[in-house]
């Protein structure tokens, strides 16, 4: 099983910058595709960036240029860097991992199958 944990959430002004980070435990971490989705209450679930096991980066539109995904593969630790936060940007931020992730024109993708961290908060004040 998959385990994600997540953390580096909090409380923002806008223009600010955060730096989430998500703690990966699974014996195949070298084979899997990660990626953070967002979320905010009633609508669905964002993908935003991902990062396969070469380490290439893609991004959705809402956050390109803005958010730096990256990983450490000895420490098995995913990251992303936001930075020039918006109100926009707040969300419950969701560390992810799956056979099937990537981002391409603009949107992200995944497969069915996909493993979820619980979840940290981000929240950007005007």
């Known amino acids: 099983q998959v385990q994600l944990v997540e953390s580096g959430g909090g409380s923002v002004q806008a223009g600010g910058s955060l730096t989430l980070s998500c703690a990966v435990s699974?014996?195949?971490?070298?084979?899997?595709?990660m990626g953070w989705f967002r979320q905010v209450p009633e609508k669905e679930r964002e993908g935003i960036a991902a990062?396969?096991?070469?380490?290439?980066?893609s991004y959705a539109d809402s956050v390109k240029g803005r958010f730096t995904i990256s990983k450490d593969d000895d420490k098995k630790t995913l990251f992303l860097q936001m930075n020039n936060l918006k109100p926009e940007d707040t969300a419950m931020y969701y560390c992810?991992?799956?056979?099937?992730?990537?981002?391409?024109?603009?949107?992200?993708?995944?497969?069915?199958?996909?493993?979820w961290g619980q979840g940290t908060q981000v929240t950007v004040s005007a």
């Open positions: 992810a991992a799956s056979y099937l992730l990537y981002c391409s024109g603009g949107y992200c993708y995944r497969g069915e199958e996909i493993y």
């Open positions: 699974r014996s195949d971490y070298n084979t899997i595709s």
């Open positions: 990062i396969d096991r070469d380490g290439s980066a």
